[in-house]
C-alpha cells in the first residue's frame, strides 16, 4: 500500500527589519560591506540588502517602502558623481525619510544629507572641517580625532570628513563635536523620520585602521556606531 508523502515545510520568513546600504560606484570598497557585517551582527540584527548601481537592487521608492533603514556609506571624494546616480530618487528618499524611513549617513553620506549637492534632510549644512579654520586637521589625510561624544572624549577614525553648520535653534541632538566644538556627530528629525550623521568613521573596524598605518587610542569598539544607529532609530 502506497501511502502520501508528507507537505513540503514552509520556507521560513526572515523577520529582520530590512536595511538598504548604498553601494554604487563611490570609491571606497570597504566601506558598504563594513557597515552591513555591523547591522548584520548586531544585538537587533538587520537584513541587509546592497542598492545602487552595480548591484542587483535599484534605489526605488517601492524597495524604500520596505525598509526600516537606509545607509549612505562612506566613499570617495567625488561628490557630484554620485550625486548623478542618486539624484533620480532623491525625492523619494526624501518622501520616505519623511513618512518615517530612518537615513544614516557616514561621511560622505553625511554630506549627501545635506545641501548642493544632497538629499537636503538636515537643518542646515554639511562643510568640509578638515582644513577649516579651527580644525585640528589640516587636510585629507587618514588619521584619528578626538570627539567630546555625550560628553566623554573618544577617539575615532576621521578621514576628510564633514562638520555640520546647523540653523539657529535647530532640533537637532548632537552626540559628538570636534575638538573646536563644531558638531560632528547628530541625529534630527524629519518629518516623522530621523536623520543619523557623522563626519568620522565610528564603524570603521581593525582592517580600515590597519591598512592606514593608524592605532586607536581607545582600541577598537563598536559602541559608537551602536549608539549612533540606536538613535537615528529610535522613535
Known sequence: MGCAGSAPSPTPTDSRPLALVYDGPQGCPDCAPTIASILESGDDP???????????????????AEAQLY?????GDDLATTWDDLAPQAQAV???VGRGGSYLGLCFGAYLAG???????????AYGWAGSPGATVPDARDTVVPLTWRG??????????PGFDLDEDADVDVLATYPDGAP??????????HVGVAGPHPEADESWYDEAGLTNPDGYSTDLIEDLLAATLAR
Open 46 to 64: 538587520f537584513r541587509v540588502e546592497f542598492v545602487g548601481p552595480g548591484t542587483e537592487t535599484e534605489l526605488s521608492a517601492e524597495i524604500l
Open 71 to 75: 545607509v549612505q556609506p562612506g566613499g
Open 94 to 96: 526624501r518622501d520616505w
Open 115 to 125: 545641501r548642493d549637492p544632497g538629499f537636503d534632510l538636515l537643518p542646515g549644512d
Open 152 to 161: 566623554e572624549q573618544r577617539w575615532v577614525y576621521f578621514q576628510d570628513g
Open 184 to 193: 560632528a556627530v547628530l541625529v534630527a528629525p524629519f518629518g516623522a523620520g
